[in-house]
């Protein structure tokens, strides 16, 4: 999963992604952003991709080789709202997790919220479902207090998959204190203001 990019040298990219089996890598993809470039569109954020690299000792960056792309957000992307809330998925990811640390429930729970997007559901379900199990799968989450409507919302999403998570049942008010609550949680773990979080709340 390409969590961020970064410009890198003339043509270069620095490239944040997310592997199933080694956690969070950081890796240069050399000429990528020239027109011929042979990642094409496999380095937009949050795309499902698989990634051919590799590592020299004591290195800290890895050297990206090639991009197949398996799965595109352009139809999200093209949305305002969910394009906010890929970034807010992107932006919580490279913050939480650690450099090379397999959490492999964590990728499952952003190809799930991916999928649940793309399948129609709606963005603030998804969002507060994916703060929810982020903060919990990072293991800081305390008991907070709630009013008991959000309580049984979280409870529920706490137990059941996004997809089957009843989402006929949710407000944009409903649960605006579980996700300020949340958001506040992982801003004094990270210790910065979340960049799309303001966003978010707007919309």
Request: charged fraction near 25%.
């Amino acid at each position: 999963m390409i969590l961020q990019t970064y410009p890198f040298q003339e043509a270069d990219l620095i490239v944040s992604f997310f592997t199933r089996d080694h956690g969070k890598l950081r890796g240069v993809a050399r000429r990528a952003r020239k027109p011929k470039s042979t990642f094409g569109s496999g380095l937009e954020w949050l795309s499902h991709a698989t990634v051919s690299y590799y590592q020299k000792e004591n290195r800290e960056l890895v050297s990206m080789n090639s991009c197949e792309l398996l799965h595109s957000q352009f139809a999200l992307a093209s949305n305002f709202e969910k394009s906010v809330a890929l970034d807010y998925l992107a932006e919580v990811s490279e913050q939480l997790l650690p450099p090379q640390e397999t959490n492999e429930r964590h990728f499952r729970l952003l190809l799930a919220v991916l999928e649940h997007l793309r399948a129609g559901g709606d963005v603030w379900t998804s969002v507060t479902y994916f703060a929810l199990w982020a903060v919990r799968l990072a293991g800081f989450l305390p008991d907070i207090p709630l009013r008991d409507e959000s309580r049984q919302i979280a409870r529920a999403m706490l137990l059941l998959p996004i997809a089957e998570f009843a989402a006929e049942t949710w407000s944009k008010d409903t649960a605006s204190d579980l996700r300020q609550k949340l958001h506040r949680l992982i801003e004094e773990h990270i210790e910065r203001r979340l960049r799309t979080a303001p966003m978010l709340e707007a919309l």
